[in-house]
Structures are given as structure tokens and as C-alpha cells.
């Protein structure tokens, strides 16, 4: 089995075969920067996919690309939900890389009973072993389940306890959550055209020690329209972007609270795109700013 210490060394024939094509070098090193969880101190790779289509849709083929290029890259997490937390927890055994990945299983609860099938059934399309993190949906449902989430921890059945949503009315609950000590992880929405994340929940995470996954940092693909037709300032290479994909992620990615940011393609290409953000450079203070500015420029 692979491990997470491993996982430069996974570049396998398969994986390797599935990236070249689309333009990466074999012989080139792809070191994907980590940040440590909080509270454990478990690295965590700084990009990762997003619950893409093809996962949902029981596509093997395109949902095992994606994994390899992520793989390939030093990349670990995974967001996972519906029928696609079955494709890609299959695809983990089959590939196993149980040690490298690192699968973020939203839940959708119901009755205790009702919660524990439901994960049990997700470790059997896994291979068995506790899910890396369970993530609700339903902030104030997790508030008033506390024990029965921490006990899934106890159990044994889940690694991690988070929450995952993608808008700024559940800011609030989200915070009771984190000051109650009853999640280790938050998945929020944050980037330069959503960025009301920065005043209050993201230095709020950092000072209750729980660990941050950005969505849509592409505002489910709104971004790209606004910065269509621009030319990537020169100055972007002093931060090693190549790209206004990465132009965003590297904004996020340069908030000290933030662990990993995930994006949603179903393109090998564009995940290659994103998941170079997770190396080289990364913006200071200033140039964030300046960054910020450009982007409402072009509104
Ligand atoms: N729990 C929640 O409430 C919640 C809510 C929203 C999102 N999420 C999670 O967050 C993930 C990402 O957020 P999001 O769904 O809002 O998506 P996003 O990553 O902000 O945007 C996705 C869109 O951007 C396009 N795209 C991605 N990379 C690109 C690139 N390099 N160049 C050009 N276009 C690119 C994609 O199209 P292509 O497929 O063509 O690349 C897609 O249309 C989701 O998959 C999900 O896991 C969770």
C-alpha cells in the first residue's frame, strides 16, 4: 500500500501515462506544498479536486485521471459526495492509495442509526479502515449532535469531524460550531470576488486551531468570464503563476488560515492547471491587494 510518505514515489507507469499526454514531463519533480493540520499536525496537500461530475456520474475512467494526475502531482484531497464518494472510494482501493489521498465524505445524517449505515456502507467501497473526515451539511443539526459525531471518532469510523458549506449565511453557525469545539475541519467558500471570509471566519479558525478547505474559487466557474480577454499581468510571475486559474487559487492559498482549496473540473487539463498553484511562490500582503484590485477592475 502506498503511503503517505510515499507518495513522490507513486508516480506510477499509469499515472504517468495518463499525464503525459496532456503535456507534463516525466522526469519533471511536481513537490506539492503541504500545511499541517491543525491539532495533529497531519500534512495535508495544499490543492485538491473538488466533488467533480464525472464522480457522481460512476465515470471510472475520467474519475481515475483525475485521481492520477492529482497522485502524480503530490496532491492528497479529495472532496466526495452522493454516488461519487462509491466511485472515487473504489477507485482509492483499486489504485490503493489509501495513504496519499485524503477523502473529505460529505454525509447526509438522518437518524444515528440511519448516519453509522450510511458511513459503514462508504468503508466497505473503500476497503474498510475509518474515512479520513465526515463532513455535514447542516451546521445547527452538527451543534446538537456533537457527541454522536465525536463518538464516530471514538468508534473509530472517521478520522476527522468538519462542516462544508458554500455561502455566507452559515458564517454564523459555522463559528458557534468552531467555538464549541465540535469540528476539526470547515470547508467555506472564499476567494477575491467572495472574499467577506477574511473579516471574521477564517481568523476565527486560525485561532481555534481547526483546519480550513476553500470552495469555489472559481465561483463555480463565474470567475474565468470577468478575466477573459485580459493578459496575466507580468507580474504574476514573481509569485510563479502561470495561469488565471491560478491567479485565484494562489490569493487563496496565500491566507495563512487556509490549509487546501479544491476546484471542480471534469478536465485533465485544467486539473493540471489548478493543481500547479500547489508549488513555487505564493503572493505577499501587498500583492494580494493588488491582485484584488485588478480583479474588480475588470468588473
Ligand atoms: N458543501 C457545499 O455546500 C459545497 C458547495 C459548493 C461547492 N462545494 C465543493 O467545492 C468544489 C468546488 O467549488 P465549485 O463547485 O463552486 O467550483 P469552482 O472550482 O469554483 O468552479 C468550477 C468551474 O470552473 C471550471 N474550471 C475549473 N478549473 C478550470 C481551469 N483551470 N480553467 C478554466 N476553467 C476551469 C470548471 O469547468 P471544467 O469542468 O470545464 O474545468 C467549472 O465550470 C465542488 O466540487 C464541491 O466539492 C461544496
Redesign the pocket.
Known amino acids: 500500500m502506498t503511503t503517505r510518505r510515499d507518495f513522490l514515489g507513486y508516480s506510477a507507469a499509469a499515472a504517468l501515462a495518463a499525464a503525459a499526454p496532456l503535456g507534463a514531463r516525466a522526469d519533471e519533480p511536481r513537490q506539492m506544498m503541504t500545511r499541517a493540520i491543525p491539532g495533529t499536525g497531519e500534512a495535508l496537500a495544499v490543492v485538491g479536486l473538488?466533488?467533480?461530475?464525472p464522480f457522481g456520474a460512476g465515470d471510472s475512467a475520467l474519475t481515475g485521471q483525475l485521481l492520477d494526475i492529482l497522485l502524480q502531482r503530490g496532491g492528497g484531497f479529495v472532496?466526495t459526495?452522493g454516488r461519487g464518494r462509491f466511485t472515487v472510494g473504489q477507485l482509492m482501493r483499486e489504485k490503493q492509495a489509501h495513504e496519499q489521498l485524503f477523502l473529505g465524505t460529505?454525509v447526509a445524517g438522518g437518524t444515528p442509526q440511519a448516519l453509522r449505515a450510511e458511513i459503514e456502507a462508504i468503508r466497505q467501497a473503500q476497503g474498510g479502515g475509518a474515512l479520513d473526515l465526515v463532513?455535514s451539511?447542516e451546521p445547527s443539526d452538527l451543534l446538537a449532535r456533537s457527541d454522536e459525531y465525536q463518538k464516530l471518532k471514538q468508534d473509530g469510523l472517521t478520522r476527522y469531524v468538519g462542516v462544508?458549506?458554500?455561502?455566507e449565511q452559515f458564517y454564523p453557525p459555522i463559528m458557534e460550531l468552531m467555538r464549541a469545539g465540535a469540528v476539526d475541519f470547515i470547508?467555506i467558500?472564499y476567494s477575491m470576488l467572495e472574499p467577506g471570509a477574511a473579516d471574521e471566519i477564517l481568523p476565527l479558525a486560525q485561532e481555534q486551531n481547526v483546519a480550513v478547505i476553500i470552495?469555489?474559487?472559481?465561483?463555480?466557474?463565474r470567475?474565468?468570464p470577468r478575466v477573459s480577454g485580459h493578459e496575466l499581468p507580468e507580474w504574476a510571475a514573481e509569485f510563479d503563476c502561470t495561469?488565471?486559474?491560478q491567479f485565484s487559487l494562489k490569493f487563496i492559498l496565500a491566507h495563512p488560515a487556509v490549509n487546501c482549496v479544491?476546484?471542480?473540473?471534469?478536465?485533465p487539463r485544467?486539473a493540471i492547471?489548478?493543481l500547479g498553484a500547489g508549488s513555487g511562490r505564493l503572493p505577499d500582503e501587498a500583492t494580494r491587494r493588488r491582485m484584488q484590485n485588478l480583479i474588480q477592475e475588470m468588473a
Open positions: 473538488g466533488n467533480a461530475k472532496d459526495s460529505n463532513f451539511r462544508a458549506r458554500s455561502n470547508q467558500n470552495n469555489r474559487p472559481f465561483v463555480n466557474g470567475y474565468f495561469s488565471w486559474a479544491i476546484t471542480e473540473t471534469a478536465n485544467h492547471d489548478n
